[in-house]
Structure formats: C-alpha cells, structure tokens
C-alpha cells in the first residue's frame, strides 16, 4: 500500500476537475496485469478519504453517500498508484485486489461480459497467453502441441526451455531484432508452460518483479 504521505508530491488533488455534480470518473485497474476492474464515481471527499487511508473509497450517486470499496464484502483495494489524464477529469487508479473479486456478481472485473456471454476481462499479453496455457492443463485438447508439453512433464518442458535460451543466445550474438524477439516470445512460453505444470501462478512472478522494482 502506498503511504499516504507520497500522495500530495504524486498527485496534486486541486488540479483534479470534478463534473457539474461535483463528480469525477474513477477507473480502477489491478497493478500487476493492468486488468480494468471497475468504475466508480469519486468526489472531493471520497478522493481525500482515499489518499488517507491507502485503500479506495467512491460517492455512491443512489445512496448519495461516501463508501469505502470491499466494507462488507472483505474484497478491499489497496492504492499502489493514483494517475490522472491529460485534461485532470479521470482518475485511473492502480489497486491491489483483495480477494481478486471486484465485481458484486462475485467476477474478478465488472467487464467480464462479451455479447450475452461472459469472458475473462483482457490483461496483459503475458496473462492472456498464461490462460490459454492453464486451460490447456485442466482441459486436455487433442492434438494440441501445449498439451502435450504438459503431458510430457519436466523432462521435455526443461528441455525446451534450455534450448529457446540457447537460441535467444544466438540471436542476440547475430544482432538480429526480428529473431530476438521470437526467440525471446519462444522462451516465455515455454516458461509460461513450466508455471503451469508446477502450479505457479503467473501473477506471483509479478508480484516478485515488483517487490525488486521497488
């Protein structure tokens, strides 16, 4: 959670411009993947509330009364970061998600749906692939070239692994942008594979690329 002292140098809360309600769009996106979690609307108030306690709080518009997100649920979000656009009248607000439900329905996003079908919200190119990859492992597919990795275990997973680095190697000692970057996309996927078959989540390595970040 981000102090509440390092808002006011981050983010200066006058120049924020607020509708003819006194209202401000607050979307809200997890700070790991960069999945879009919700909106909600925020006044003066609820933005005060939330640089001072580090976790969200929005205007309810029915109830016309402040609420701070996950009070009944447990499904609080911890501020990791706070942006505003170009003309100062959005917020986007990087959370951590408690419970990874931010949705009422009990979805991880309130976009979750496609049509009259329901859809895993977009994340990161990484994520997306990491789906595919887990869904692969809990609903084995014919002829699907991941399955069989899978299927294989670590003796072909490594192996792979092994030999998409000795290829980025390569490329990289031969200077060429256009095979590094598909040696390079080889090796996160089969990495992406190894995650799977031990069980790791994706969002772990994150979680520990951002721990060194900062």
């Given amino acids: 959670m981000i102090s509440p002292n390092a808002f006011p140098a981050a983010i200066p809360v006058e120049r924020i411009r607020?509708?003819?309600?006194?209202?401000v769009p607050a979307i809200v996106q997890d700070y790991l993947d960069g999945t879009v979690l919700m909106m909600a609307w925020m006044n003066q108030a609820s933005l005060h509330k939330t640089l001072e306690t580090g976790q969200t709080w929005f205007w309810?518009?029915?109830?016309?009364?402040?609420?701070?997100?996950?009070?009944?649920?447990?499904?609080?979000?911890?501020?990791?970061?706070l942006r505003y656009d170009c003309d100062s009248d959005t917020l986007l607000i990087g959370v951590e998600q408690i419970g990874d439900i931010a949705c009422h329905t009990g979805e991880r996003s309130c976009f979750h749906q496609v049509g009259?079908?329901?859809?895993?919200?977009?994340?990161?190119?990484?994520?997306?692939?990491?789906?595919?990859?887990?869904?692969?492992?809990?609903?084995?597919?014919?002829n699907s070239y991941t399955c069989s990795l899978l299927q294989a275990?670590?003796?072909?997973?490594?192996?792979?692994?092994?030999?998409?680095?000795?290829?980025?190697?390569?490329?990289c000692k031969d200077d060429d942008p256009e095979a590094?970057?598909?040696?390079v996309a080889d090796l996160f996927y089969h990495t992406l594979v190894a995650l799977?078959?031990?069980n790791v989540d994706l969002r772990a390595v994150y979680r520990k690329l951002q721990e060194r970040r900062s």
């Fill in 116 to 142: 009259e079908a329901k859809a895993p919200p977009p994340a990161d190119t990484l994520s997306q692939v990491f789906a595919v990859v887990c869904d692969r492992r809990d609903r084995p597919q014919a």
């Fill in 18 to 23: 607020y509708d003819d309600r006194g209202l």
């Fill in 60 to 81: 309810s518009r029915s109830r016309a009364e402040l609420w701070p997100k996950g009070a009944t649920s447990g499904h609080v979000q911890n501020v990791r970061s």
């Fill in 180 to 183: 590094i970057a598909g040696e």
């Fill in 196 to 198: 799977a078959h031990h």
């Fill in 153 to 171: 275990g670590d003796n072909k997973i490594l192996k792979k692994i092994g030999e998409e680095s000795a290829e980025v190697v390569m490329a």
